[in-house]
């Protein structure tokens, strides 16, 4: 069971309390157990410094004291939900177990722990009710289909959050958003236009000629000579999926919503955002790809667009056939699937067979070929990563970044420069975690999303995720995170790095951990 409030007798004993102690004195004898504004008395603490948590339930505590006050539970253990966990830090000579003290260290002399623990995922085989989630489409246009999902409609008061996928995937990558924090959010996901269930329901060149190397007519749409009225303009452009953004958010959401983007759809989420401030509470940029296109975009280069031909408008040129035809068996065989899951997921352990599935079963449709070439070669958008940066930082709309350290694509360094354009935008590098965080520590990521938004919506009243309240970091801290996952106990680090953060400051931390240079910031 997990505590969400204590009220009644004082206990003179503290027995593996997943709770948080907070010492304020080098030397007491008698401390405060703080938790949610609630105070327990604990005996025999001997402190050198800071303050530390404890850890695992137990249920003979809840049992002994249950005549004495009154305990409130919301969820079972791998919880805590809607509980506000602080982080500390500090080294103890010892703690209080069954009234006798423990003469374990909690941690080393001279080091600093820093364990935060986190909710799990909803647990359904324990009895945890995760969010319904419902399959749906919208008609943007005529044969445009859009397919999104959501959750938590029933939480009417709660802010909106959307979730705008990386290229390849969709909506399905991010289930365990909706089912998690479907629970205290309304959530929804969205296909992009040319991707997962977004594909269009007709061939857009149903007039194949029979001499084509790609001309399959019973699978293959897209290759024929002439295009239909509706896909006579169609790109799969970065332009394209922030337009389909903006009429998504005003005709099926309806206010102005918090969006979180992974990959590509990081950098759809930052040019929406600054095309469109006034329908965003925040951005959260998860491993957001700063670059996407390889031609010139024909509004703002014309002359140069004039020289490349190819602009992913539908009849493809013949020549792109061939090409498509030759790197889409490569794209497409399940062994290249699997490999790239396996570069972009950190910890191999992962569960992905859904993903992969899904990602397969995109790859049979028999619009898939065409629309992944329209995608290659279309323009790039008329705004570049670093220009959507500077508007959305002109327009002050909120900005928190979110990046596994172990992506061999969008590397830390990239994280890094978006952290220095922005520097009040709070910075949190996972590890080990690869390109896709939400997916692969969805409980790191669900959490440090919750405590951000509520850090907005309450303008600052509640501080932001792994910081105590009214606490201000200027260069970086870490903390261990831990949760529960399948029964059993994972752990990872995450560094925050606050508004003076630098290189020079990583560098200096990193020789101050070797060296032992107090001399030096971290």
């Known amino acids: 069971m997990d505590i ?42 001997n402190s ?22 009154n305990f409130r539970s919301s969820s079972t253990l791998g919880g805590f939900r809607n509980v506000d966990l602080k982080v500390s830090s500090g080294s103890y000579d010892g703690y209080v177990i069954d009234g006798k003290e423990d003469a374990r260290d909690i941690s080393k002399p001279g080091e600093s722990e820093t364990k935060v623990v986190i909710p799990g995922m909803p647990d359904e085989s324990n009895g945890e009710s995760s969010a319904a989630v419902s399959s749906c489409f919208w008609e943007w246009k005529p044969k445009f289909k859009v397919h999104y999902e959501k959750s938590g409609c029933e939480n009417v008061t709660s802010p909106p959050v959307l979730f705008l996928p990386g290229f390849g995937v969709g909506s399905f990558h991010y289930e365990k958003q909706l089912k998690d924090l479907g629970r205290d ?6 296909d992009f236009l040319g991707q997962g269930m977004s594909l269009p329901s007709e061939n857009p060149t149903p007039d194949s000629s029979e001499g084509d190397t790609l001309e399959r007519k019973d699978s293959a749409w897209g290759f024929g000579d002439e295009a239909e009225p509706w896909a006579s303009e169609l790109v799969y452009s970065i332009d394209l999926w922030q337009d389909q953004v903006r009429y998504f ?7 102005p919503v918090y ?3 992974n990959s590509l759809g990081g950098y759809v989420a930052l040019y929406f955002a600054a095309s469109n401030p006034h329908l965003v509470k925040g951005v959260t940029l998860l491993n957001a790809t700063p670059f996407w296109g390889f031609l010139p975009n024909p509004i703002t280069s014309p002359r140069l667009a004039k020289i490349f031909p190819l602009s992913g408008t539908f009849p493809l040129p013949s ?3 061939k090409l498509t035809e030759f790197v889409w068996q490569k794209m497409s065989d399940p062994r290249s699937i699997a490999e790239i899951l396996r570069q972009v997921y950190a910890d191999h352990t992962t569960k992905v067979d ?12 028999p619009a898939a070929a065409a629309s992944f070439a329209s995608i290659m070669f279309a323009p790039r958008g008329q705004l570049s990563f670093g220009d959507a940066l500077s508007r959305c930082k002109m327009n002050n709309v909120p900005i928190c970044l979110m990046y596994g350290k172990e992506d061999p694509w969008v590397t830390p360094v990239w994280g890094l420069q978006v952290k220095r354009q922005v520097p009040e935008a709070p910075y949190y590098e996972i590890s080990p975690a690869g390109h896709c965080p939400h997916d692969e520590v969805p409980e790191v990521v669900n959490y440090l999303l919750r405590g951000w938004i509520k850090n907005l919506e309450t303008q600052g009243s509640i501080a932001l995720p792994l910081l105590d309240d009214g606490e201000s970091i200027d260069y970086s801290i870490a903390r261990e995170l831990e949760f529960v996952r399948d029964g059993s106990r994972k752990s990872l680090s995450v560094h925050f790095f606050g508004s003076k953060f630098s290189l020079w400051n990583r560098i200096s931390s990193y020789i101050k951990s070797q060296f032992g240079n107090t001399d030096l910031k971290s």
Not at 48 to 69: A, E, M, P, T, V
Not at 354 to 365: A, D, G, M, P
């Open 4 to 45: 969400l409030s204590y009220s009644g007798a004082p206990c003179s004993h503290v027995v593996n309390l997943r709770l948080e102690l907070v010492l304020k004195s080098s030397d007491l004898h008698q401390s405060k157990l703080t938790f949610r504004k609630h105070k327990f008395k604990c005996t025999k603490i």
């Open 48 to 69: 050198r410094c800071g303050s530390f948590r404890l850890y695992n339930i137990d249920q003979s505590l809840l049992k002994q004291n249950s005549h004495q006050g």
């Open 185 to 190: 959010y309304r959530v929804w996901a969205i």
């Open 249 to 255: 958010i005003e005709e099926v959401i309806g206010e």
């Open 259 to 261: 969006v979180v983007g």
């Open 319 to 321: 020549n792109v056939r």
């Open 354 to 365: 859904k993903v992969f599935s899904r990602i397969l079963e995109t790859t049979q449709h």
